[in-house]
């Protein structure tokens, strides 16, 4: 089983969630997490299909935001 790790990191100057990861490649933005989240869900499986049909994958998500 391939295992691909989904960086989530927020953005103050656009005000935007950001999701990548270079392996896929993936890159979306989402001004709500949840929506973010809902979106990598439905196109990394799909990138994933494309690049690689029939391998099962396991996706790892990492948020992280600075409070100041």
């Not at 927020?10 to 979106?39: H, M, Q, R, Y």
């Not at 994933?48 to 099962?56: G, K, Q, V």
Request: glycine fraction near 2%; proline fraction near 6%.
């Amino acid at each position: 089983m391939k295992e691909y790790r989904i960086e989530f990191s927020w953005d103050d100057e656009t005000g935007v969630w950001i999701a990548v990861c270079d392996e896929i490649p993936l890159a979306l933005e989402s001004n709500s997490f949840d929506a973010l989240i809902e979106k990598v869900k439905i196109v990394a499986p799909e990138i994933l299909a494309l690049n690689e049909p029939d391998t099962p994958v396991r996706l790892y998500m990492h948020s992280e935001r600075l409070l100041a």
